[in-house]
């Protein structure tokens, strides 16, 4: 009979990923010294121990590192620490009240009542169907994070003559990657009239390889019966929309998909954690606490950040978050809202529940701009801006208000900061 | 975060470069132009390891030209777990005065990889 | 006692009764008949148990209303619904009779002839007559337990049907099932209980001699049989033809469906939900909103004419037809829940009916052709009518003694209770370990689908008996894992493993085979 122990750990945190190794251990340096992690997967990393190219660290450890360089610090750094780690484990469900089921070969299911939880789930990928993509559905169609884990972590080439579709980083990372490999990238298309990755991807992935990148294109048909035997791509006009006589039939044998991602918030969802319709993810304040108090969430599950950087910040800020709560308890005030204002499609934390202390806001614009002012304001008083050449979606750009910004517009209004907006106009104004 | 470089010359020799927001910019265009230079990073074959791949990298970076020849030649390297992070895998890669590195920690592990924790 | 399915074993010299097609007609007169006599060989040119028509069926046991009267598919799908709930019993599978509910509404009567009525007039038609005729037509066709809703009755059950819905009627014999998991589930039976059953194995050719049916050529060998049941689905009429026992033609008519994420949709509505719209052109029934048997809402099918019987591809004008079609019924469907979307080939004749009868050219060669819609609900039905026409040639009357209705069906970790569970997982500690994160599915169970009685030997054999990638990531997750378990159980490189069957490979190569072989050129000529 397995015994049945139940574990009542002080923090329990979801997710080995970046997120869930900067929560953990900033908790553990918080003062906690009784935190579980538990990861499905068969070591600790996340996404990282894939994501074999440079690129990551820049801001936290000035230096530019791999991936799993990266993962390896915090790695070494858990291990020199007491949390325990229950790899190949997967949760299968986080109740209201914090209690995890949860379940692995050597234990079989498992009982975990913890005081505190940090969600670090990360995201998943858009599938074909999601983006609506005709044909047939032969074997073949990857997406770009598969097709990397595929060739990274395993070994095995998914194709030899690809297309790619969607020019977010990750898509041009794989072109790059099949390319080192020895296969052959026929091009990556993109729908939208300008690039989703970075200027440095599209030089190093792309230009390098003379791998052609094609704008305003989207994949309208998927041919092959059993296998990928070729797409017909399009031009599209100003609605996204093919447009018939621009369809030509590429050959190739391999669909490689960078179509977006999706914060994985299915356990959040059933532990009553209200979502953000527009990021897919919690709701959460500045100390990335989520609506249900003693959950906090970090990293990709809240919203997809472009630099694991950041990834890092919120989970440190998680993680003494989540240690805070275990230790003193916290009654949180009337939450003051944060909204997105003139060409910002989100902020994260959606809400401050304590404006005694410093805020880093992360947000993304709506479209693209060029010689712009971002801006935090409270109420209606503007704090610090910064001013920026050029903006535009895939580029995560951050913002802050010291307690100090926000005393003084409190003072200015007369009245409490009742509302905090981050917006960005035009530099002229 | 990035920005847009514009680089002038004249007869194959670089005159200026503007819009750089930091120093290390003004220095990355001149050689984009005359000696573009990369930093390469791949997979090489292990053997009895967690995993059947070690991820690698240049230290820094190298000619731009020889990335293709530096994989290929990467691929016929047979490693053999346990590897640290940051161990020489090929000294001086290609002559580069470059060493190609391990980027992580990778354990010897039995032939069931499924992993039972 | 029992019967086996095996890659290479040997075709028998002989049989009692040769069965082609194991879609869910084929499977459904497997079992029957081998209650009778255990002397049954199955035939299937596909690597799996319902890989053609059947795995993309829309999974609806119709009550028989939307059929046209006098028809023979009308009366078998009737009598078929009626002996659904015995029919799935001992298998293992789940029958939901959550019933439909016919909705109608402005769109009900077609514009050119509203057009010429007062507003009253058409309000009125909709509202009392319309009704009343659906249920009349339902008490002609024997329909039991049909009742009529008022459009307050209508939101009460459905908060999300449009409010330009008029009144309605509700058909609570309708049920859903899963059409591959039961096709699967009677073949395992029939085999269970001695049946044999030979995948990939494709008729070429059939003998006849002295105008009785004399053996069946395979591209594996030749089998002598005195009975043949042509269970053929879309090749019907090329298999009947080879028996001269033909005269009908299939006109293949595909159509697609589209699937949802059960999160979002699971209680979106709570009975299937069609809009009835009187003389609508096109022979399918127009579908409807279906909360699938495993929670997926499903939206669909279409009906389109194509000559290629394996055409199943999907356009872009197919998704927006169906997402127009019920956005009108569902005003508010979350139409960025879209998961997946199948499409399947319709085996219909020209004349729109089933065929089922023994030959009168060819003796000893029975028919059971043009099954389409309502083939899922008529099955118990059709098994029923087939035993009768077999043991007029023959077929023993009396039932065997030691048939087994109980087929063991395999635990599935989601549905069981934590001890349960944890009792699997002490026994097998692969129970312990989840390979499908969405829909909670273990290497245990995989590994048991590849070892079952029908081995899974590729991805979609190991998804349909498993569920293993349909869920919301489709595969993003468990794809490589899977691939791994079925290359590790078959001993195979990971190369040959294929999503179904030849030509599906999954993975060109090893890394670096590529390079060393490859002429990559120079980066940045």
Known sequence: MISKKKRTPQLAVIGGGPAGLGAALAASKAGLDDIVMIERDIELGGILPQCIHDGFGSKVFKEVLTGPQYAQRYIDEISRTNVEVLLNTMVLELAGNRTITAVNSAEGMITIEPKAVVLAMGCRERSRHQVFIPGYRPAGVITAGAAQRDINIEGLMPGRKIVILGSGDIGLIMARRFTLEGAQVEGVYEIMDHPGGLPRNIVQCCYDYDIPLLLSHTVTFIHGKKRVEGVTVAHVDADLKAVKDTERFIDCDTLVLSVGLIPENELSKHAGVTLDPVTAGPIVDERMETTVDGIFACGNVVNVFDLVDYVTRTSEVAGRGAAEFVLQGRKREAPVKVLPGRNVKYVVPQFVSDLGRDIDFYFRVEHPERAVTARVLAGTTPLKSKKHKMVHPPEMLTASATVADIAEAAKAEGRKVDSLMVEVVDSGK | MSCALELTEEDGEVKGVTGAQCKVGEKYAAEEFSDPRRVVTTTVPVRHGLLPLLPVRTTTSIPRRLILDVTRRLAEVVLEAPVSNGQVIVPDIMGTGVDVIASRDLEKHDDRRQGQA | ?525
């Not at chain 3, 499977?27 to 059947?54: N, P, Q």
């Not at chain 3, 053996?215 to 879309?234: L, M, Q």
């Not at chain 3, 009906?303 to 872009?316: L, V």
């Not at chain 3, 028919?367 to 023993?396: F, H, R, T």
């Open chain 3, 1 to 525: 006692m029992a019967g086996s399915i095996e890659d290479v074993a040997p075709l028998p010299a002989s049989a009692g009764v040769v069965i082609i097609g194991a879609g869910i007609s084929g499977c459904s007169i497997a079992r029957e008949v081998v209650k009778y006599t255990d002397d049954v060989v199955i035939l299937d040119k596909e690597t799996d148990v319902a890989d053609e028509t059947t795995k993309a069926n829309n999974a609806e046991v119709h009550s028989g209303i939307g059929e046209k009267y006098g028809t023979l598919k009308q009366k078998l799908n009737v009598r078929g619904n009626r002996l659904y709930d015995e029919f799935v019993e001992g298998l293992g599978i789940e029958l939901k009779r959550q019933g439909l509910l016919i909705v109608i509404t402005p769109r009900t009567l077609p514009t050119s002839m509203t057009r010429w009525l007062p507003k009253r007039v058409v309000r009125y038609l909709l509202e009392r007559i319309v009704p009343r005729l659906i249920m009349r037509n339902g008490k002609k066709k024997g329909i039991p337990g049909q009742h009529v809703l008022t459009r307050q009755e209508i939101f009460e059950r459905e908060p999300h049907v449009t409010r330009n819905a008029i009144a309605g009627v509700f058909d609570p014999t309708y049920g859903l099932v899963s059409p591959y998991k039961l096709a699967m589930a009677l073949a395992e039976n029939a085999i269970q209980n001695g049946a044999k059953l030979f995948l990939e194995t494709e008729v070429t050719d059939i003998k006849v001699a002295e105008g009785a049916v004399a053996s069946v050529v395979t591209n594996r060998g030749e089998i002598r049989a005195p009975i043949v049941v042509n269970a053929a689905g879309v090749f019907a009429d090329t298999v009947a033809d080879m028996a001269g026992a033909g005269g009908f033609e299939i006109h293949p008519r595909k159509g697609a469906s589209l699937l949802f994420d059960r999160d979002i949709t699971a209680d979106y509505v709570h009975s299937s939900v069609a809009e009835f719209r009187m003389f609508h052109k096109g022979h399918s029934k127009g579908g409807g909103a279906m909360p699938t048997a495993e929670g997926n809402l499903q939206l669909g099918p279409t009906a389109i004419e194509t000559g290629d019987r394996y055409d199943t591809s999907i356009s872009a004008e197919e998704i927006e037809e169906i997402f127009e079609r019920f956005y009108y019924l569902l005003p508010d469907f979350p139409r960025s829940a879209i998961i997946s979307a199948f499409s399947g080939i319709r085996a219909p004749t020209l004349d729109e009916d089933f065929i089922i009868e023994a030959s009168d050219r060819t003796k000893g060669f029975v028919n059971v052709a043009g099954i389409q819609s309502p083939g899922l609900a008529a099955a118990p039905a059709i098994a029923e009518m087939v035993i009768g026409i077999l043991q007029g040639l023959g077929v023993p009357t009396s039932r065997r003694e030691d048939f087994d209705p109980v087929r063991p069906a395999p635990p599935r970790f989601t549905e069981l209770t934590d001890e349960e569970r944890d009792s699997l997982i002490e026994k097998d500690p692969d129970f312990g370990h989840i390979i499908c994160r969405c829909e909670t599915v273990t290497e245990a169970e995989v590994v048991n689908a590849i070892h079952g009685p029908i081995p899974a030997k590729n991805m979609d054999m190991v998804k349909r008996r498993t569920r293993v990638g349909m869920g919301r990531c489709q595969g993003g997750f468990c794809g490589f894992r899977c691939a791994q378990i079925i290359a590790r159980e078959r001993g195979i490189p990971m190369t040959e493993v294929t999503k179904d069957g030849a030509g599906s490979w999954v993975f060109a190569d090893e890394t670096k085979h590529m390079l060393a072989e490859g002429d990559a050129g120079e980066a940045g000529q």
